[in-house]
T-cell receptor, first 114, second 113 residues
Framework: DGGITQSPKYLFRKEGQNVTLSCEQN?????MYWYRQDPGQGLRLIYY???????QKGDIAEGYSVSREKKESFPLTVTSAQKNPTAFYLC?????????????FGSGTRLTVV | SQQGEEDPQALSIQEGENATMNCSYK?????LQWYRQNSGRGLVHLIL?????REKHSGRLRVTLDTSKKSSSLLITASRAADTASYFC?????????????FGKGTRLHILP
């Protein structure tokens, strides 16, 4: 079955540590996205990528970094510069171009600073 | 860059009743989408309605779109306990060069047994 896989499901980070969240899709989607969700809140866009080797900052990119070396993969690194990283992180993908497309989401990674 | 805003923020109804959630947005759109999120899970795409459509159905879901009022509603008929979730609208703004949709903050729906 096609879909998006996020790992790990739960992640604990110590102060000053960088951590990387994995996102892999086998839907052959061109675009991939990373969102942050805080309790009871909506989704805020961190980074997105429409094509391999290219990505753009979203609304809250500070303290985060991404790469898009393969179409299937869009890992997110939460750096030590992100002062309040505890949140639920969601990865999504979609087709691009002409037409109207919805997003497919992964099941999320819950990151906690300890 | 919030575009859609859902109303109400939270809604509790008895099982079997109909649930209606509304979404208002600010700028012209290509389409509007509704998603469901169960607690602690990812979002699931429910339905997409294009700007030239006024109503769309999918099973127990009915979505309407009024572009003159810049608003949409999601109706869930004959609600079930499994419908308990948060529901988000997302808009694809017109003249959107980067195909990026914008999510609202969601309506939390609780179905009472």
């Amino acid at each position: 079955d096609g879909g998006i896989t996020q790992s790990p499901k739960y992640l604990f980070r110590k102060e000053g540590q960088n951590v990387t969240l994995s996102c892999e899709q086998n839907l052959n989607h061109d675009a991939m996205y990373w969102y942050r969700q805080d309790p009871g809140q909506g989704l805020r866009l961190i980074y997105y990528s429409q094509i391999v080797n290219d990505f753009q900052k979203g609304d809250i990119a500070e303290g985060y970094s991404v790469s898009r070396e393969k179409k299937e993969s869009f890992p997110l690194t939460v750096t030590s510069a992100q002062k309040n990283p505890t949140a639920f992180y969601l990865c999504a993908s979609s087709l691009q171009g002409e037409g109207d497309y919805g997003y497919t989401f992964g099941s999320g990674t819950r990151l906690t600073v300890v | 860059s919030q575009q859609g805003e859902e109303d109400p923020q939270a809604l509790s109804i008895q099982e079997g009743e109909n649930a209606t959630m509304n979404c208002s947005y600010k700028t012209s759109i290509n389409n509007l989408q509704w998603y469901r999120q169960n607690s602690g899970r990812g979002l699931v795409h429910l339905i997409l309605i294009r700007s030239n459509e006024r109503e769309k159905h999918s099973g127990r879901l009915r979505v309407t779109l009024d572009t003159s009022k810049k608003s949409s509603s999601l109706l869930i008929t004959a609600s079930r306990a499994a419908d308990t979730a948060s529901y988000f609208c997302a808009t694809d703004p017109l003249k959107n060069r980067d195909d990026k949709i914008i999510f609202g903050k969601g309506t939390r729906l609780h179905i009472l047994p």
